[in-house]
């Protein structure tokens, strides 16, 4: 184990923690922003940097501004204690300290002279306290080798602030430049380089593994002006490092040395999480870290159906991947599967450390096929394991023969495995990519409080119950492997029964097998769920259905509750659901009808909370509350149905959503008697109607009255409050006021506990926002309004999903893109078509494409969570033919006089020095994918003389790297479905004699895919559009 401790963690703008191993008063901390999510002038600060949690945010300046909201960035940290530090030799190559001091004015230096002599010293420093809330950072200059070496640094406020700061703790770590190795030969990679405002690529030497992490701090102050280091693309080879002044500067800044320290995580992050799917493909996005090389094992861990089957993934990248369950047709060609809870884990390649540093693993991802049955991989290790489990998955889909990982010789320091298809194909199988995981047996506390299990049973066909000695939580996460080959025919693991205490396991054989087998040992993993076991949002809805994947739960039996969170529109009005399901459900906003036949409703916000059915308990494990479904009709208006509750509660607030659409009259749920074990719901009509309802199924929550924290540190709380008929504006008994104070926008569910006034009701909620809320009942529309004080239920939680705030490196075309191709019949005719574009292109209207349509519906569908259509073929008439050609209009700029399209035009001409002109186009791209925003990229092939306009094309840029001087811009190409590796590469140059223009600079471009050029790009063109709904018809 070493004693530097290194990782990533999470953070934004509101204080957030990070659990260390133990407390140590001397201990110093570093940090950087290791990502580059949000692009406002920021650092990091922390406090207790010295106890078992320590806490850091992102703390913008203000500047230019008193917006100090910060998306979610990796911090990358490194944590040692004061005194020398050594590498694996025992020689000293650095030391770390603390300092206490405060900062008088801006003028002030303090000096640190060093125990020490170094060569070539690299200085960082960390303000670890938060004494003084004025944002501030340590700035360093005069860092000296040789005798008497020393550096100077000072608490550095931004320009806007006077200078002046309090006392605080500045830890600090000075290291010699150089590559070293620390225990058990961890690299650590140490250097300066000459940055400016501009971003440039720092180069480590060495392969840092996966994601590894990045402090920098500049060494100089030749520039006065303050500033920051920022990070971004930080990979196992390099990083793109910069300069950041406050926003209010003009941004250049002089050329600085900054000091810079990389090394691999040494505190590893397995995730655990559940989905539930059947043999129809679904999608699957991660949270919290996601490694860009990210290794996934999967299980089923349910037994609904039982037909032999196994999980396949495919197109699993850092956002997310998709997954299916995968049945084998040795007995008949039927491959449907019942829904099955899946159980995943996912971590990055390289070695896997504990939370202290120990190594407990490691976990990579090679190529193969297989070439028949006999033949055997073997894997070589880079580490020696007392006691390894080891576990491939399959995670492509490049064979659709069903398929699996199979195992043998789990020694110390390699194994052996096959892709094993079933006995009724021939063996063989196309190239896969294989992920592979090998744990050292026992219970291992990993990054961010995680929990992993690792252990090994003796199991055959029948049904084997394992133990769980470890905190793996309520509703954990398992996955197995079997480990040896001790009968031949093909196998995989299913479980049944997955709980705190333990699990059933069994092998299982092809169908078409006597289902009898050999007792093999079977390794497995057990993890604590990562994710909430809720999934909350909000959704926009109007009268009309709305199709949302955005609360899926992963639960074959989810519960659904909604409200309506706005007050846009003053009619009564509730929430109808249907087809709730682990997808995903539809709903729209039903108004009565007492006074009129209109329906129509403005939009509102939903506010959604899912989740399973069963027993709710927080990370304690402690009961507080259940969920069921009640399905029944409606006789009359008097009868009430009783729901028993499996537990008994102190102070319970219960909630009951129709999660069905049977029965079209405009109707909702009403409780009453709630007590300790039981209470009553009917589906109420509304009065003018009779009373009377279709049989419905009703989902239900009970909780417990309070603030709770479930798995995943998720608050949420319930609670009741008192209101009638009308909102309070004086903020009394009216308004829920939360005892949490929550992020910004929480999702708030309400319901009527009580049935004190007969006449029929909805409540309706307002101002929604971190504190708290307005609440009213609302009669409907033919009744006078005034209605007696109820008692109100109400159930706040933060927002786990963000309508169509995705993460931009989620994309990936083969997922996101259209399966077709850019190949259209006959295109309508382009309406308004000015006469001076009409007449300087010939047959324009028919053979322009819908490269552009079809690249800014790609964007539609992504940034609103929307899965993409399937289908192979190119329509041709229909609703998607039609919304890509009205997106296709909309990046030509129709609606503003075809400004784009004569820009397009502009370029396409050969005497408009096309690629001078593209130099700023290309800035632009670059600065909107730096915000997170797929941009749609106009692309000048060739220009007139050579080609025809529509010989040119249009892609959605949505990623890029910076390499060797030049820039890779990752596109979707819709000429390439299903290609993730067509880059444009961009350099740009100095001008030539025989194309000049202002600013000296052109652009120098090739598309291409994979490592063969596929065009030359003599121009680019910013042509994006905001991102829009599309409609749910499609």
């Known amino acids: ?86 590498d694996q030799s025992g020689t000293t190559i650095g030391e770390a300290g603390v300092v206490t001091t405060d900062q008088t004015d801006e003028g002030e230096w303090h000096t640190v002279s060093l125990e020490r002599e170094f060569t070539s010293p690299v200085a960082f420093a960390q303000v ?58 961890v690299p650590l990679v140490v250097g300066t380089r000459s940055e400016t405002d501009a971003w440039s690529d720092a180069l480590f030497g060495e392969d840092l593994g996966t994601d590894p992490v990045l402090i920098t701090r500049c060494q100089t102050r030749n520039g006065a002006h303050e500033v920051v280091t920022r990070n971004r693309r930080v990979s196992g080879s390099g990083a793109a490092v910069r300069l950041q002044e406050e926003e209010a500067r003009g941004g250049a800044h002089v050329s600085e040395t900054v000091g810079y320290l990389a090394m691999p995580q040494l505190r590893s992050a397995m995730p655990a999480e559940h989905v539930a799917t ?15 090389d990210p290794v996934v094992l999967a299980s089923i861990d349910t037994y609904n159906g039982t037909d032999t089957a196994d999980v396949r993934l495919r197109n699993v990248h850092r956002g997310g991947m998709e997954l299916f369950i995968e049945e084998e047709a040795s007995k008949d060609d039927e491959m449907n599967h019942n829904e099955e809870a899946i159980g995943y884990l996912r971590t990055g390649t390289g070695p896997l450390y504990d939370d202290a540093g120990a190594r407990i693993g490691e976990a990579g991802v090679l190529r193969t096929d297989q070439p ?57 199988h196309d190239e896969e990519e294989i992920g592979y995981v090998v744990l050292e047996e026992g219970v291992h506390d990993l990054a961010g409080g995680e929990t992993v299990e690792v252990g090994t049973t003796r199991g055959d066909d029948g049904w084997t119950n394992v133990g769980f000695s470890g905190p793996v939580g309520h509703s954990p996460v398992l996955v197995s492997r079997s480990q040896t080959y001790n009968g031949t025919n093909e196998i995989v693991t299913r479980h049944r029964n997955v709980s705190a205490s333990g699990a059933e396991i069994r092998v299982q054989e092809e169908q ?20 909430p076991p809720v999934t909350t949002g909000l959704v926009e809805a109007t009268e009309e259905w709305v199709d949302s994947s955005l609360a899926g739960v992963p639960s074959t039996d989810p519960v659904a509750l909604a409200s309506v969170e706005t007050f846009n529109g003053g009619n009564p009005v509730g929430v109808r659901m249907r087809n709730v399901g682990s997808s995903g459900f539809e709903l729209f906003l039903e108004e009565e009808q007492s006074a009129d036949d209109d329906m129509a409703h403005t939009i509102e916000d939903v506010a959604i909370f899912a989740t399973a059915s069963g027993r709710i308990h927080d990370d304690a494990d402690t009961l507080i509350g259940e969920a069921g479904v009640l ?62 309802h279709d049989r419905e199924e009703i989902g239900y929550v009970v909780l417990e009255e309070g603030v709770h924290e479930l798995e995943g540190e998720l608050p949420i709380e319930a609670g009741t409050t008192v209101a009638d008929h009308e909102f309070d504006d004086d903020e009394d008994n009216n308004d829920y006021s939360y005892a949490e104070t929550f992020e910004c926008n929480p999702v708030l569910v309400s319901h009527c506990q009580t049935y004190n006034g007969w006449h029929e009701i909805v409540t309706r909620n307002r101002n929604v926002n971190r504190r708290g809320a307005d609440v009213r009942v609302q009669e409907e529309e033919n009744r006078d309004g005034a209605h007696n004080d109820e008692t109100i239920g109400y159930l706040v939680a933060p927002q786990l999903v963000l309508g169509n705030r995705r993460p931009i490196d989620e994309f990936r075309p083969s997922c996101h893109g259209f399966e077709f ?41 992504f940034m609103h969570d929307r899965a993409i259509p399937e289908g192979v073929r190119t329509p041709q008439s229909g609703r998607l033919f039609n919304y890509l050609w009205e997106r296709q209009l909309d990046t030509f700029d129709h609606a503003s006089g075809w400004n784009d399209l004569a820009k397009f035009l502009k370029f396409y001409l050969p005497s408009t020095f096309t690629r001078a002109k593209s130099v700023s186009e290309f800035r632009r791209v670059k600065d909107a994918l730096d915000t997170g925003r797929p941009v749609v990229v106009g692309l000048v092939y060739v220009r007139a003389g050579d080609g025809q306009l529509w010989d040119n094309h249009q892609v959605l840029a949505y990623d890029y790297t910076e390499s060797g001087g030049k820039t890779y811009i990752n596109i979707y190409d819709p000429n390439h479905p299903g290609a993730n590796d067509v880059v444009i590469r961009v350099d740009v140059e100095d001008q030539n004699w025989y194309d000049p223009a202002p600013g000296g600079a052109k652009i120098s471009a090739e598309q291409r895919r994979g490592n063969t050029k596929q065009h030359n790009v003599i121009g680019m063109i910013y042509m994006d559009k905001p991102a829009q709904n599309p409609p749910q018809s499609l």
């Open 821 to 861: 191709g850019n190949s259209f019949n006959e295109m309508p005719n382009i309406p308004d078509l000015p006469a001076n574009i009409d007449n300087q292109i010939e047959n324009i209207d028919r053979e322009y494409g819908l490269c552009g349509g079809m690249a800014l519906a790609a964007k539609d569908f």
């Open 631 to 692: 399905a029944t009709d409606q006789p009359d208006r008097e009868t009430w149905h009783t729901v028993s509750l499996d537990g008994s509660y102190a102070n319970p607030v219960a909630f009951a959503q129709l999660m069905t659409y049977n029965g079209e009259n405009p109707s909702h749920t009403r409780i009453r008697n709630v007590d300790s074990g039981s209470f009553d719901v009917k589906i109420e009509e509304w009065n003018y109607l009779d009373g009377s």
């Open 372 to 428: 028949g049955r006999g033949e055997w991989h073997a894997v070589d290790l880079e580490g020696s394991y007392a006691n390894p489990v080891a576990f491939v998955q399959v995670m492509s889909h490049n064979g659709s023969n069903p398929c699996h990982g199979r195992i043998r010789n789990v020694s110390a320091d390699r194994f052996e495995f096959q892709i094993e298809e079933w006995d009724y194909l021939d063996g063989r």
């Open 278 to 292: 059947t043999h129809e493909r679904a999608g699957v996005r991660f949270s919290g870290s996601r490694p860009s």
């Open 1 to 86: 184990m070493v004693e530097q401790l290194s990782g990533r963690v999470a953070a934004s703008h509101e204080w957030g923690e990070l659990e260390l191993p133990s407390a140590a008063p001397d201990r110093v901390v570093l940090a950087s922003i290791d990502t580059y999510a949000g692009h406002n002038t920021a650092d990091v600060r922390m406090r207790n940097a010295e106890s078992e949690t320590m806490e850091l945010f992102v703390e913008e300046e203000r500047s230019a501004d008193d917006e100090i909201r910060h998306n979610v960035e990796e911090i990358g940290f490194f944590a040692t204690e004061a005194g020398p530090i050594t």
């Open 128 to 185: 670890m306290s938060y004494n003084g809330s004025d944002p501030c950072h340590v700035r360093l200059r005069s860092v000296s080798g040789g005798y008497g070496s020393e550096f100077e640094f000072q608490i550095e406020e931004w320009n806007y602030l006077d200078g002046q700061h309090t006392t605080e703790r500045i830890g600090y770590v000075v290291l010699e430049w150089g590559t070293h190795q620390l225990d058990g030969g």
């Open 512 to 531: 078409g097998r006597d289902d009898e087998h050999k007792t093999e040992t079977i390794g497995y993993v057990a993890a604590p769920r990562s994710t």
